[in-house]
């Protein structure tokens, strides 16, 4: 059986990358994001992500897999950061969830931010972990960008966490994968910006290289399929090895 499966943010960067790879392999992906795809729905705000379930439900009674792929990155306001990488990200799969086949999966996508960037594990993932969205807003407008998108990141990995036990119940998986600089538009932004450029440029990379897309979506494909059926509440880095290399004495 053919099998259809909801990736968000798929106009762009990994998200692109991993509907073109499903695709190529013989599912049916619907799409969703601001522009450019089956549907264009604002995750930022509690309308658009209902009309983004909304619009799934209407193609797919039943789905294999979701991947909340839309994401913005700290050259955006903290605000619009949280509300989107994290409720935006978490709305969509609360909105599908019921419909994934018992076999079926979730894949998030996390950030090595989490565990670079200091203060990223905080008031503002606590808020966003109590499902407070006014509070993590009005903690989000007094936070730094940068940390503002480790913390929905962090937000992002235990709230996968708190699920293995229901989704499990159904057969139903849940994963993240914690990307390293990915080659992608939110990436070049953080290039292109004065203030963050020469950071990134200056991490060091084990595998001597950034991500290509496809990279990502090699990986993300992995966990939503058989080849993973038994790896469930797990977070992925696919970083070159920048994790490991930062942090040698820490494990998991
Ligand atoms: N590129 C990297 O280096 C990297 C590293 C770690 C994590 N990530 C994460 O990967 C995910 C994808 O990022 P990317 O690098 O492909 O970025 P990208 O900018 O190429 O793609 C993100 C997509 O999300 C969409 N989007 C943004 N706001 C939206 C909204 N309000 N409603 C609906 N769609 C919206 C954009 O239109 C865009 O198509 C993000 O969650 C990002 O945080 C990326």
Known sequence: MQSTLAVS?????????????????GSTVVTVDLH??????????????????????ERASSLAGVVPCAGLGPQHPS?????????GAVAFVEGLERSIAPGGAVALICSNSTT???????????????????????????????????????????????RVQELGERGVRINAVAP??????????????????DLIKALPIPLGRMGDPADIADVV????????????????????????????????
């Not at 903690?139 to 990995?157: E, L, R």
């Not at 390293?180 to 450029?197: I, K, N, V, Y």
């Open 9 to 25: 943010g798929a106009a762009s960067g990994l998200g692109r990358a991993l509907t073109e790879r499903l695709r190529a392999d």
């Open 36 to 57: 450019s795809v089956e549907i264009a729905a604002d995750l930022s705000s509690p309308g658009g992500r209902a009309a983004a379930v909304a619009g799934v439900l």
């Open 79 to 87: 605000e619009r950061i949280i509300a989107v990488n994290f409720f």
């Open 116 to 162: 670079l960037t200091p203060g990223a594990d905080g008031d503002l993932a606590r808020a966003c972990l109590d499902r407070d969205e006014t509070a993590a807003l009005a903690i989000a407008a007094d936070t730094n960008p940068a940390v503002a998108y480790a913390a929905s990141k962090v937000a992002i990995g235990k709230w996968m966490r708190s």
């Open 180 to 197: 390293g600089p990915f080659l992608t538009p939110l990436l070049q932004e953080g290039l292109d910006d004065p203030a963050t450029s």
């Open 221 to 252: 494909a992995w966990l939503l399929f058989d080849g993973a059926r038994y790896v469930h509440g797990s977070t992925l880095f696919a970083d070159g090895g920048i994790d490991a290399l930062l942090a040698p004495n820490r494990f998991p």
